[in-house]
């Protein structure tokens, strides 16, 4: 891969002259089934603009789910740079939204109100347990919000490839009543840095003004798009070898003793404690840390744990993580 990223041919990418990183945008929209890419240094810019671009400025609403990354995770950009307020409704058990509290949830055309310009869904959904979300969900989705509303369906796919393997479709196919999707480079399938946002050519035109405004137009770029299309050609179909990592966790924490509540379909793998557990959380994030292993706590209100497989981690990490973290707990 560092050869590739080397001989990588640049250029000014604010001008739209790089051809790395026009070849990796063209790449992921064919993909993805769309007419136009950009190239973005982070999924939280990534979104970010794709939902100012899908917005007619102040007074805009997102509707989003309340767990969701864009929700909890990325300093309420949405509100402070975007000036788009978000109407947030609780995930079903499988992070979809109900269909029907949408729905509901679209404004009136009242100057009282925000007005509705986008809705917005995350797959694989990271907090409910990397959940991917069905092609049958996002083509109900997003043919109701286009048909019924012309309200467009933003999908967070910092994971995306994880969903499309999981559910053995393609990204075409699983996003195609979808109007934008953030892709993320730098998750599962191992790129140092950069998302790309795919969507309509006007869509990403109104985007590129917004990335622009973010600090977000790079010069000779190319060299860390090469990652990118190195990437999306050698490490979509070993996503498949994570999910299985994150299965075999679950099995040998679970007869370990730890709570279990969603069997992984994914990369990652959420376990909590029993009620009569001596040992807390914060206690076996601690321990394991001292061994070298690194994983998140505090989830779901402080009483889960989140561990990653990723293609830095081998067979071989993840059964000595599991040996480690079962002895932990009391």
Do not use: W
């Not at 979509?236 to 969603?262: C, F, P, T, W």
């Amino acid at each position: 891969m560092m050869s590739a990223i080397m001989k990588a041919p640049v250029g000014d990418d604010v001008l739209n002259e790089d051809p790395t990183i026009i070849e990796l945008e063209t790449k992921l929209a064919k993909m993805f089934g769309k007419s136009s890419g950009l190239f973005f240094p982070t999924g939280t810019m990534s979104n970010l603009c794709g939902i100012m671009a899908h917005c007619h400025g102040r007074g805009s609403e997102i509707i989003l789910g309340r767990s969701s990354h864009l929700c909890l995770y990325e300093h309420g950009n949405l509100s402070t740079l975007g000036s788009i307020h978000s109407r947030q409704i609780r995930e079903n058990d499988d992070a979809t939204l109900p269909i029907d509290e949408i729905i509901k949830s679209i404004r009136e055309d009242d100057p009282h109100y925000p007005r509705t310009d986008v809705v917005a869904i995350e797959n694989t959904h990271n907090v409910l347990g990397g959940v991917p979300i069905p092609k049958s969900y996002v083509d109900a989705l997003g043919t109701k919000l286009a048909s019924e509303h012309a309200l467009p369906l933003h999908i967070d796919g910092a994971r995306i490839f994880n969903a499309c393997v999981a559910l053995n479709t393609s990204p075409k196919d699983l996003c195609e009543n979808a109007s934008s999707v953030s892709i993320c480079l730098s998750k599962g399938l191992g790129s140092p840095v950069g998302s790309v946002l795919v969507g309509s050519e006007e869509l990403i035109y109104r985007a590129r003004r917004q990335r622009k405004a973010c600090g977000g137009g790079m010069r000779q770029a190319g060299v860390i798009a090469a990652a990118g299309i190195y990437a999306i050609e050698n490490n979509v179909e070993r996503l498949a070898e994570d999910h299985q990592k994150a299965m075999y966790l679950s099995k040998v924490l679970s007869k370990a003793g730890y709570i279990v509540n969603r069997e992984p379909e994914t990369n990652l793998f959420f376990f909590g404690l029993p009620d009569d557990s001596k040992t807390s959380l914060d206690e076996i994030v601690g321990e394991a840390e001292k061994q070298g292993i690194l994983f998140g706590g505090g989830y779901s209100g402080g009483t889960q744990c989140r561990l990653a497989a990723h293609k830095d981690v081998s067979m071989e990490d993840i059964e000595e993580a599991a040996r480690v973290i079962s002895e932990l707990i009391k």
